[in-house]
């Protein structure tokens, strides 16, 4: 089974505190956090580091809850795909759930997730220049 995967775009690691989490790592391996954001909406809080081409999303909540210790975990893959509907009919076809593509995170990005079958490890395809991207006018 192919389902055209190109490399892998970017790692998860979902935390209680994710802006303590990426300071750690920023301190710990020296990587620079490159972006902070809160989604609207959604209550959470993302920070991004890259080391070469791989991205380290860092995932929580939008306010931090008091607690005993960060905890974090592997939040799951996401690798790069041309045709993000080929895939998905790949990973169907051989039995697996996939959700439907939705807009990403990522302007004109589509991403799906498989739902299972994948040992616990959470999984995703993402296509880019899937959406039109409309500009503003200057």
Same mark, same amino acid.
Do not use: W
């Given at each position: 089974m192919s389902v055209g995967a190109k490399n892998i775009d970017?790692?998860?690691?979902s935390s209680n505190d994710s802006a303590a989490t990426a300071q750690h790592f920023s301190e710990t391996f020296g990587f620079e956090i490159k972006r902070t954001m809160s989604r609207p909406g959604s209550r959470a809080?993302?920070?991004?580091?890259?080391i070469r081409e791989v991205i380290l999303e860092f995932a929580g909540p939008g306010e931090v809850q008091p607690y005993d210790e960060v905890k974090a975990r592997l939040g799951g893959f996401v690798v790069c795909v041309d045709d993000i509907e080929k895939a998905i009919e790949t990973v169907r076809a051989a039995g697996f759930p996939c959700g439907d593509p939705h807009?990403?995170?990522?302007?004109?990005?589509?991403?799906?997730?498989?739902?299972?079958?994948?040992?616990?490890?959470? &999984?995703? &395809?993402?296509?880019?220049?899937?959406i039109p991207i409309e500009e503003s006018g200057a």
């Amino acid at each position: 089974m192919s389902v055209g995967a190109k490399n892998i775009d970017h790692i998860v690691i979902s935390s209680n505190d994710s802006a303590a989490t990426a300071q750690h790592f920023s301190e710990t391996f020296g990587f620079e956090i490159k972006r902070t954001m809160s989604r609207p909406g959604s209550r959470a809080h993302m920070e991004f580091m890259k080391i070469r081409e791989v991205i380290l999303e860092f995932a929580g909540p939008g306010e931090v809850q008091p607690y005993d210790e960060v905890k974090a975990r592997l939040g799951g893959f996401v690798v790069c795909v041309d045709d993000i509907e080929k895939a998905i009919e790949t990973v169907r076809a051989a039995g697996f759930p996939c959700g439907d593509p939705h807009p990403a995170v990522q302007p004109g990005a589509k991403i799906a997730s498989v739902k299972a079958g994948t040992g616990g490890v959470p &999984f995703a &395809f993402i296509q880019y220049n899937a959406i039109p991207i409309e500009e503003s006018g200057a």
